[in-house]
Structure formats: structure tokens, C-alpha cells
């Protein structure tokens, strides 16, 4: 493999990285292009959606593809990313250097365990509902609906690979759940519990990446993670609907 072949994979390597981990699709074609331009490529074009990476090194080049499938919110790798980047422009990273520190990156798992992720769910819910007016009476019922919800919708979310499908049943059980603590009693306003509970699930970062993106021009990106966050918040939205249409 030529010295520009390995520059294209390191390229390629970060901007799978960062956008695999919720960056922002303006930021992932900077980056590449920047630490191809640290490695003496300064024809470089990149071309970024929310499910593929095109990158060439000039008009006359080869083009390069990488099929974006999974994505999540990983903002520590996006940020490791960013330092490489950094290092590499200021010439205190090799390119083989840079090539085994993005691999381990891509390897690395740095969510933090279920349990923990769980447990903020719960308690953002609780403070969420709080924030949103709700009684002190409906903290403890909208933490632990929450909490369930953000449990249900992982758990789901790992065995059917179906998009929208494990937050329109997460919402669901939060419907059903802040029902029950409504009719035995533990709960007051079933509408500020519901609201607190399905906040951890809304996709905020894809829609401030769609706003970032818009601004930053790139509209076909923008307009793709617009309309992912919209047909989450829909999903979100129905779950709750089919449980108030019940009861």
C-alpha cells in the first residue's frame, strides 16, 4: 500500500469514526480533509451523508466509499477524534501513529454500562418533570417510569434492529406505566409524568446536528437528520398516543 493509500484510509478511518458517533456532517468532512492536507494532500474532496462517506484525493483519483449502517451518540470519540486531528496538523503524529490510534478508538467501547445509563434516565426523567412544573409527588413516579421506559427501549433496541420500532414501543410502556401510578395513586398529573419520561428517548442531538448542518450549507445531510428526528419524535409520539387512546 502507497504512502497516499494509507493517508485515504486514515481519512476514511476518522470520518467513519465521527460520524458513527453522532458528529455533525460539516465537522466530519473538515476533519478529513484537514489531516489529509497535514500529510501533504491539498486536492482532497469529501463528500459526507448520514449514511456514507465519499472521499477522493483529486478530481483524477480513485473515489472511496464507506457505507455508514450504525450510528449513535458517542461525543468521547468524536472529541478523541478531534485531538488526533489537532496533532496530526501540528506534526507531532505519524501516519502510522495516527492509523493505530484511530483503530484502537474504533475498537475502544467507551459507553458508559447499561446500569449507569439507566440510572440517569431515571433521574433526568424525575428532574425533567419537575422542570415541566410537575409536583415533588410525581418526581419518584417519573423516574421510575423513566427509567423502565429507557430500560425497555435499549433492551428492544438490541434484539429487533427495526428503525423507530424500540422508541415507539419504549414510549409505549411509559404510557402504561404512568398509568398505573396514576390510578393507584402515586402520581397527580399523568400528562407532566409522561412528558419528564419520554425525554431521555427525544433525539436532541440529531436535531441540533440538522440545524448545524443547515446553517453550515449542507443541505441534503440536514434535511436527512431533520427528517430521522422527526420520524423519531412521530414514533415517540404515537406510543403515547395508542395508550391514551385506550384508557
Known amino acids: ?9 486514515v481519512c476514511l478511518l476518522a ?14 468532512e473538515d ?17 459526507v451523508t448520514p449514511t456514507g462517506i465519499i472521499f477522493s484525493t483529486s478530481e483524477t ?19 478523541l477524534v478531534n485531538s488526533i486531528s489537532r496533532k496530526i496538523s501540528s506534526g507531532e503524529l505519524s501516519l502510522a501513529d495516527a492509523r493505530k490510534q484511530l483503530k484502537e478508538i474504533d475498537r475502544a467501547d467507551l459507553a458508559y454500562p447499561i446500569w449507569i445509563q439507566i ?12 422542570m415541566f412544573l410537575g409536583s415533588w409527588v410525581d418526581f419518584v413516579p417519573a423516574c421510575v417510569t423513566g427509567g423502565l421506559g ?20 419504549a414510549s ?3 404510557g402504561i406505566i404512568a398509568y398505573a401510578f396514576i390510578a393507584i395513586g402515586s402520581g397527580e398529573e399523568l400528562e407532566k409524568i409522561v412528558i419528564g419520561s419520554v425525554m431521555p428517548l427525544v ?4 436535531i441540533t446536528n440538522a440545524v448545524r448542518d443547515l446553517i453550515a450549507g449542507h443541505l441534503m445531510s440536514g434535511l436527512a437528520k431533520g427528517a430521522e428526528a422527526f420520524l423519531t419524535a412521530f414514533a415517540i409520539g404515537t406510543g403515547i398516543a395508542v395508550v391514551l387512546s385506550i384508557f
Do not use: W
Not at 500500500?1 to 484510509?9: H, L, Q
Open 1 to 9: 500500500m502507497d504512502k497516499k493509500s494509507r493517508i485515504v484510509e
Open 61 to 79: 483519483d480513485k473515489t472511496n466509499l464507506i457505507r455508514i449502517s450504525n450510528r449513535s451518540t458517542d461525543l468521547e470519540k468524536v472529541v
Open 119 to 130: 440510572l440517569a434516565a431515571a433521574l433526568a426523567s424525575g428532574c425533567f418533570t419537575i
Open 31 to 47: 476533519t478529513m480533509n484537514r489531516i489529509a492536507a497535514a500529510f501533504g494532500v491539498l486536492t482532497s474532496h469529501s463528500f
Open 172 to 174: 409505549f410502556i411509559i
Open 203 to 206: 433525539p436532541g442531538l440529531l
Open 15 to 28: 470520518g467513519k469514526i465521527m460520524l458513527e458517533s453522532g458528529a455533525e456532517t460539516y465537522r466530519v
Open 150 to 169: 429507557f430500560a425497555f427501549f435499549i433492551f428492544i433496541h438490541q434484539i429487533v434492529r427495526i428503525k423507530f420500532f424500540a422508541e415507539f414501543i
